[in-house]
């Protein structure tokens, strides 16, 4: 925990969106042309590109460089994964946004983040 910031916020939170920062900025000059296919586009293939993607390759970087990490996620991660590819499922089905889906997404983040700062640590034995 560095500055009483727990370390599963730091990296659920603050990294990815310091991680995808050129891609928020795309998408912001995107949504100033009002082209929402394309934000969809982005936002869901950003999504997909770290779950499928980054995450096994830290996985395969950390056994190359001999640190141990694994894909062993604790059922506080897997059911918010779930959970939120559900509401995500859920408000794309009919290929329509408004302001309501947006406000609702937007509540979803900040439960999700509050979730993440006070839930508590977990510590392993090596």
């Not at 894909?71 to 559900?86: A, C, G, P, S």
């Not at 408004?98 to 392993?124: D, Q, R, V, W």
């Amino acid at each position: 925990m560095a500055w009483g910031i727990p370390v599963s916020f730091m990296s659920v939170v603050i990294v990815p969106i310091a991680g995808n920062a050129g891609e928020h900025v795309c998408a912001t000059v995107i949504q100033t042309k009002e082209k929402m296919d394309i934000l969809v586009k982005i936002a869901v293939g950003s999504s997909t590109e770290i779950t499928m993607f980054t995450i096994p390759f830290c996985v395969i970087l950390g056994w190359i460089m001999d640190v141990p990490l694994d894909l062993n996620f604790q059922i506080f991660e897997t059911t918010t994964l779930f959970l939120t590819l559900l509401v995500v499922a859920f408000l794309l089905q009919d290929d329509s946004s408004n302001y309501y889906k947006g406000l609702m997404l937007m509540f979803c983040y900040l439960i999700i983040t509050a979730s993440f700062f006070i839930k508590p640590e977990n510590h392993f034995s090596s």
